[in-house]
């Protein structure tokens, strides 16, 4: 082997500053970008990697897991007994199942296609519960295995171009649902495979929307693995192809072209690039003045009722605690129809207040969310942080508000 290879920080017994600087290192981030991101300068960052400073304390831990996007806080301190996922959730209960149709090689054509309009309606029927449910991933779960069953058996069935066309744009639309189910699972190697599958039935489809939906799936990807460039490379050669059609295209296509402007901005914060990142959310804010008042995207969930939620988002992205905190104040999470979309966007408020050191708000505000999709705050990183973080706060009331919360979601016993 050779003695340039990047040590294993999972393997070897290295100190927490060994380990930050490798897990930095991978991540592609200098001290000082790190640094920023954690509130922090470059030669703090730089005395703990050397062990100048010791080890921080749990607050501090947990934020540098989140910037770096450690998924079980054991790989960043070392210590074995610290088992608490932050960044993929503890298993759904259907996932097994879900999993196993995904995984399956189905060839010939043994199994009896259902008809089409049955499969779409069966689709629509799906996307409206996971908006509507605040058990969402059980209730899609329970949907997914024959629907990716019966949406494969579609495209072997087909019997013209065109209806081989509609087939994959169908499977390519199932594939984007499996996405949302396994986002946070514990087999991520099983996210990207599902992201491959839906980009190449969107792109065999040739339907325009598919294949933005599958850019918007991809980007998304690409940005959670810190893959920035990646993800800008899927944006922008998406938007390329798709603006032009816009003056004769359908509404649906319009609000993928907002979401995915919104992608752009959000990478571009990530980086840190605040005007980039502001100007894309305005280009995306004039796309969803464009649609209907009552207009909502049923994959994207991009409207003018969440163009707000972006904002904050945006804001947060960019580390801007009171920026964050104005944006929270101004955009009305009730008017989100979409159970997960809305306490989604309770959590990026409550990340928007507690860097605006407004510790209680944001608890309250995770809260909130918490009755609006109890899933999705329990497989949400961000959440998860802020909650242990507080539930080691100095305030009595604060710690047992977290702890309660943390008892409430589960996350003790993740």
Same mark, same amino acid.
């Given at each position: 082997?050779?003695?340039?290879?990047? $040590?294993? $920080?999972?393997?070897?017994?290295?100190?927490?500053?060994?380990?930050?600087?490798?897990?930095?290192?991978?991540?592609?981030?200098?001290?000082?970008?790190?640094?920023?991101?954690?509130?922090?300068?470059?030669?703090?960052?730089?005395?703990?990697?050397?062990?100048?400073?010791?080890?921080?304390?749990?607050?501090?831990?947990?934020?540098?897991?989140?910037?770096?996007?450690?998924?079980?806080?054991? +790989?960043?301190?070392?210590?074995?007994?610290?088992?608490?996922?932050?960044?993929?959730?503890?298993?759904? $209960?259907?996932?097994?199942?879900?999993?196993?149709?995904?995984?399956?090689?189905?060839?010939?054509?043994?199994?009896?296609?259902?008809?089409?309009?049955?499969?779409?309606?069966?689709?629509?029927?799906?996307?409206?519960?996971?908006? /509507?449910?605040?058990?969402?991933?059980?209730?899609?779960?329970?949907?997914?295995?024959?629907?990716?069953? +019966?949406?494969?058996? /579609?495209?072997?069935?087909?019997?013209?171009?065109?209806?081989?066309?509609?087939?994959?744009?169908?499977?390519?639309?199932?594939?984007?649902?499996?996405?949302?189910?396994?986002?946070?699972?514990? +087999?991520?190697?099983?996210?990207?495979?599902?992201?491959?599958?839906?980009?190449?039935?969107?792109?065999?489809?040739?339907?325009?929307?598919?294949?933005?939906?599958?850019?918007?799936?991809?980007?998304?990807?690409?940005?959670?693995?810190?893959?920035? +460039?990646?993800?800008?490379?899927?944006?922008?050669?998406?938007?390329?192809?798709?603006?032009?059609?816009?003056?004769?295209?359908?509404?649906?296509?319009?609000?993928?072209?907002?979401?995915?402007?919104?992608?752009?901005?959000?990478?571009?914060?990530?980086?840190?690039?605040?005007?980039?990142?502001?100007?894309?959310?305005?280009?995306?804010?004039?796309?969803?003045?464009?649609?209907?008042?009552?207009?909502?995207?049923?994959?994207? /969930?991009? /409207?003018?009722?969440?163009?707000?939620?972006?904002?904050?988002?945006?804001?947060?992205?960019?580390?801007?605690?009171?920026?964050?905190?104005?944006?929270?104040?101004?955009?009305?999470?009730?008017?989100?129809?979409?159970?997960?979309?809305?306490?989604?966007?309770?959590?990026?408020?409550?990340?928007?207040?507690?860097?605006?050191?407004?510790?209680?708000?944001?608890?309250?505000?995770?809260?909130?969310?918490?009755?609006?999709? $109890?899933?999705?705050?329990?497989?949400?990183?961000?959440?998860?942080?802020?909650?242990?973080?507080?539930?080691?706060?100095?305030?009595?009331?604060?710690?047992?508000?977290?702890?309660?919360?943390?008892?409430?979601?589960?996350?003790?016993?993740?």
């Amino acid at each position: 082997m050779s003695t340039d290879a990047t $040590p294993d $920080p999972y393997r070897d017994p290295l100190v927490f500053g060994q380990r930050m600087q490798i897990l930095r290192t991978r991540r592609g981030l200098t001290r000082d970008q790190f640094g920023g991101l954690i509130g922090r300068s470059g030669s703090w960052v730089k005395a703990v990697e050397t062990g100048r400073l010791k080890t921080p304390a749990l607050p501090m831990i947990l934020r540098i897991a989140e910037v770096l996007r450690v998924r079980d806080l054991s +790989d960043l301190t070392g210590d074995q007994s610290m088992h608490t996922a932050l960044f993929a959730g503890p298993g759904h $209960p259907r996932f097994a199942a879900v999993r196993e149709a995904l995984n399956a090689l189905r060839l010939g054509t043994g199994q009896e296609a259902p008809p089409v309009a049955h499969l779409s309606a069966r689709l629509s029927r799906a996307w409206q519960a996971r908006h /509507s449910a605040p058990n969402h991933r059980d209730v899609i779960g329970s949907l997914l295995p024959d629907l990716i069953r +019966d949406a494969q058996a /579609s495209v072997r069935a087909a019997e013209t171009v065109a209806d081989r066309k509609a087939a994959q744009a169908r499977l390519a639309e199932v594939y984007f649902l499996s996405q949302f189910f396994c986002a946070y699972q514990p +087999d991520a190697p099983l996210v990207w495979r599902v992201a491959e599958r839906g980009m190449m039935a969107a792109q065999d489809s040739e339907d325009p929307h598919a294949i933005g939906l599958a850019a918007w799936l991809t980007t998304q990807a690409h940005r959670e693995s810190a893959h920035l +460039d990646a993800a800008d490379a899927v944006t922008l050669e998406t938007l390329r192809y798709l603006k032009p059609l816009l003056p004769e295209a359908g509404t649906d296509v319009r609000a993928v072209v907002g979401a995915l402007t919104v992608e752009a901005g959000l990478t571009a914060a990530r980086r840190g690039e605040t005007g980039t990142a502001w100007r894309y959310w305005d280009e995306a804010r004039a796309l969803a003045e464009s649609l209907p008042g009552g207009y909502f995207h049923p994959v994207t /969930s991009f /409207s003018r009722a969440v163009i707000g939620a972006h904002a904050v988002t945006v804001a947060v992205e960019l580390h801007a605690g009171g920026e964050g905190a104005r944006q929270a104040a101004r955009a009305e999470a009730e008017a989100i129809p979409s159970r997960p979309r809305r306490a989604r966007h309770r959590i990026e408020q409550a990340r928007a207040y507690h860097l605006d050191a407004q510790p209680d708000v944001a608890l309250a505000t995770l809260a909130q969310a918490h009755e609006a999709a $109890p899933e999705t705050v329990q497989y949400s990183g961000y959440a998860r942080r802020i909650i242990l973080e507080e539930a080691e706060a100095k305030s009595p009331a604060r710690r047992r508000r977290a702890s309660e919360l943390a008892s409430r979601l589960g996350l003790l016993t993740a």
